[in-house]
């Protein structure tokens, strides 16, 4: 395993509406770490193959998209927050937090979103099967994933604190 970086890689990754974004942004707060939101990456610099009218979102070029990422991820002190884990490498993270919402909880935050129809069933059913804590699971040492409750502000908080005291301790291997 290639551990050249001083700081760690952290991706944050969850069904949309857990709260990847709000998490990682204050996570940015507590430490000297990056926020890459690759969502607003792939609408920034064109990383995609045009819109998926089904799915309502765009057709992300994965390969764009870490080619893009390379050169920051072997830096180190990044959180990466995305719906989706699978197809980045394995060596970029040294943790990859799984954010789980409660289905009631989750299905307000996405009603709220102004998610309707396939969408907002799509993403639920993600939630209820755990859909990325399987695609972490199966991605990533099993060791390094961590699945974390975000139903409540008090567990953002706690989240957020773990995060940070492991983002402090964190050594580079040698
Ligand atoms: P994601 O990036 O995973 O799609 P967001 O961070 O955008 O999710 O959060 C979606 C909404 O839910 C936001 O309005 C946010 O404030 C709220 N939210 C997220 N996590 C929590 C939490 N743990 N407790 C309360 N509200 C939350
Ligand atoms: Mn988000």
């Not at 699978?86 to 909880?105: A, M």
């Not at 969408?119 to 859909?131: A, P, R, S």
């Given at each position: 395993m290639s551990q050249s970086r001083k700081k760690p890689n952290i991706l944050v990754t969850g069904t949309p509406g857990t709260g990847k974004t709000t998490t990682a942004s204050a996570l940015v707060e507590a430490t000297s770490l990056r926020h890459i939101n690759i969502g607003d990456l792939v609408r920034e610099r064109n990383l995609h193959d045009g819109w998926d009218d089904q799915l309502d979102c765009h057709i992300i070029n994965e390969d764009l998209v870490c080619d893009e990422l390379e050169e920051m991820m072997e830096e180190g002190g990044n959180i990466v927050d995305y719906?989706?884990?699978?197809?980045?490498?394995?060596?970029?993270?040294?943790?990859?937090?799984?954010?789980?919402?409660?289905?009631?909880?989750?299905?307000?935050?996405?009603?709220?979103?102004?998610?309707?129809?396939?969408?907002?069933?799509?993403?639920?059913?993600?939630?209820?099967?755990?859909?990325?804590?399987?695609?972490?699971?199966?991605?990533?040492?099993?060791?390094i994933v961590v699945p974390l409750r975000s139903d409540t502000i008090d567990d953002m908080d706690r989240n957020v604190a773990t995060l940070t005291d492991w983002a402090r301790n964190w050594q580079p291997r040698c």
């Open positions: 719906h989706g884990c699978d197809f980045f490498p394995e060596r970029w993270f040294d943790c990859v937090v799984v954010l789980q919402t409660e289905n009631s909880v989750l299905y307000d935050r996405l009603t709220k979103r102004g998610y309707t129809g396939a969408k907002l069933t799509n993403n639920m059913e993600c939630e209820i099967f755990q859909v990325l804590l399987e695609e972490a699971k199966n991605s990533y040492s099993e060791d």
